[in-house]
C-alpha cells in the first residue's frame, strides 16, 4: 500500500524465518488494488499492495491499522500508540495546478474492544506528521468490524469506520487556495473539519492450500460534510467512490 509499508513488509518477512520461535503468527501477501487516485476520487488507477496481518507479543501490523503496540491488553480491552502511512498526491492530470500532497505519517493513539477473535470496535487519534508548508493535520477513527464463517473454510467478516479530520487535514486533500485556483481552474474552497467519510467494507478469505489462501474486499466510501462539499469534488470528484483488492497470503503458525 505504500513504499513504508512495503519496506516493513519485506523486514518482516526476513525477520518471520529467524525468529519463528518467538511466536509470530498472522497472515502476509501481496496484491492489486483499483482505487480512487486520492481522497476527492478525481480519478482510479490499479496499484500493487501488500497485505498484513501479523502480531509477535503485543506488537501488530496490519495494512489498515498499521504498527500497534498494546500498551493496555486486559479482558478484551487494548490500548496504546500507533504508527501509521498516509498516501499522497500527485497533482497531475485534471488536478494539475494544485499542490503536491507528499506521503505522510500518522502518530497517535489507540483503543480497542475485541473480546473475540471475530469482531472487533475501535477508535483512534492520531496526527500527520511529514507534511510540507502548512499541509497535515489531525485524523480520527471510530469502527466496528465482525468475520463469520461461511462454509468450505470461507471467512466473511463486514466492517463500518467513520474518518474523521481537523480544517488543515482537510484543507490538505479538499482545499483549493487563490493561487491553486488560478493555477488550475477550480473554484477556490476552504475545507473544514469534522466528518469526512464514512466507509463499509466487505471481505472474504478462501483457503487455496496449506498456508495459502485468497483475500478479496471490496469498499463504499460516502464523502460527508465539508468534503462533499469541495469544489474538487464537485467539478472533478465523486461524493459516493469504491475500492476493490484482492490478494495472494500466506499463514504463519
Same mark, same amino acid.
Given at each position: 500500500m505504500?513504499?513504508?509499508?512495503v519496506?516493513?513488509?519485506a &523486514?518482516l518477512?526476513?525477520?518471520?524465518a529467524?525468529?519463528?520461535?518467538n /511466536?509470530?503468527?498472522?497472515?502476509? /501477501?501481496?496484491?492489486?488494488?483499483?482505487?480512487?487516485?486520492?481522497?476527492?476520487?478525481?480519478?482510479?488507477?490499479?496499484?500493487p499492495?501488500?497485505?498484513?496481518d501479523?502480531?509477535w507479543?503485543?506488537?501488530?501490523?496490519?495494512?489498515?491499522?498499521?504498527?500497534?503496540?498494546?500498551?493496555?491488553?486486559?479482558?478484551?480491552?487494548?490500548?496504546?500508540?500507533?504508527?501509521?502511512?498516509?498516501?499522497g498526491?500527485?497533482?497531475?492530470?485534471?488536478?494539475?495546478?494544485?499542490?503536491?500532497?507528499?506521503?505522510m505519517?500518522?502518530?497517535?493513539g489507540?483503543?480497542?474492544?475485541?473480546?473475540?477473535d471475530?469482531?472487533?470496535v $475501535?477508535?483512534?487519534?492520531?496526527?500527520?506528521v511529514?507534511?510540507?508548508?502548512g499541509?497535515?493535520?489531525?485524523?480520527g477513527?471510530?469502527?466496528?468490524?465482525?468475520?463469520?464463517?461461511?462454509?468450505?473454510?470461507?471467512?466473511?467478516?463486514?466492517?463500518?469506520?467513520?474518518?474523521?479530520?481537523?480544517?488543515?487535514?482537510s484543507?490538505?486533500?479538499?482545499?483549493?487556495?487563490?493561487?491553486?485556483s488560478?493555477?488550475s481552474?477550480?473554484?477556490?474552497?476552504?475545507a473544514?473539519?469534522?466528518?469526512?467519510n464514512?466507509?463499509?467494507?466487505?471481505?472474504?478469505? $478462501?483457503?487455496?492450500?496449506?498456508?495459502?489462501?485468497?483475500?478479496?474486499? &471490496?469498499?463504499?466510501?460516502?464523502?460527508?460534510?465539508?468534503?462533499?462539499?469541495?469544489?474538487?469534488?464537485?467539478?472533478?470528484?465523486?461524493?459516493n467512490? /469504491?475500492?476493490?483488492?484482492? &490478494?495472494?497470503?500466506?499463514?504463519?503458525?
Open positions: 505504500s513504499r513504508i509499508t519496506v516493513l513488509f &523486514a518477512t526476513c525477520l518471520s529467524s525468529v519463528s520461535a /511466536g509470530i503468527t498472522g497472515e502476509a /501477501g501481496a496484491g492489486l488494488s483499483y482505487q480512487p487516485h486520492d481522497p476527492t476520487g478525481s480519478r482510479y488507477e490499479t496499484r499492495v501488500p497485505y498484513l501479523l502480531d507479543g503485543n506488537v501488530s501490523l496490519s495494512t489498515d491499522d498499521g504498527l500497534t503496540w498494546d500498551a493496555l491488553n486486559t479482558k478484551g480491552f487494548s490500548a496504546g500508540p500507533f504508527v501509521n502511512y498516509l498516501p498526491r500527485t497533482s497531475n492530470g485534471e488536478l494539475q495546478g494544485l499542490r503536491d500532497v507528499p506521503d505519517g500518522e502518530v497517535g489507540f483503543v480497542q474492544y475485541a473480546p473475540a471475530f469482531w472487533r $475501535f477508535a483512534s487519534v492520531g496526527q500527520a511529514g507534511g510540507r508548508g499541509q497535515g493535520g489531525v485524523l477513527r471510530v469502527g466496528g468490524e465482525v468475520g463469520y464463517p461461511l462454509g468450505g473454510g470461507v471467512i466473511g467478516s463486514s466492517g463500518l469506520t467513520a474518518h474523521f479530520a481537523d480544517a488543515r487535514q484543507q490538505t486533500f479538499f482545499g483549493v487556495s487563490a493561487n491553486e488560478q493555477a481552474g477550480i473554484r477556490p474552497y476552504n473544514g473539519g469534522g466528518l469526512q464514512v466507509a463499509l467494507t466487505q471481505s472474504f478469505e $478462501f483457503p487455496l492450500a496449506p498456508q495459502w489462501s485468497l483475500l478479496t474486499s &471490496a469498499s463504499w466510501i460516502h464523502l460527508t460534510g465539508s468534503a462533499a462539499d469541495s469544489s474538487l469534488v464537485k467539478e472533478l470528484g465523486e461524493t467512490q /469504491g475500492e476493490v483488492q484482492a &490478494a495472494l497470503a500466506y499463514k504463519f503458525n
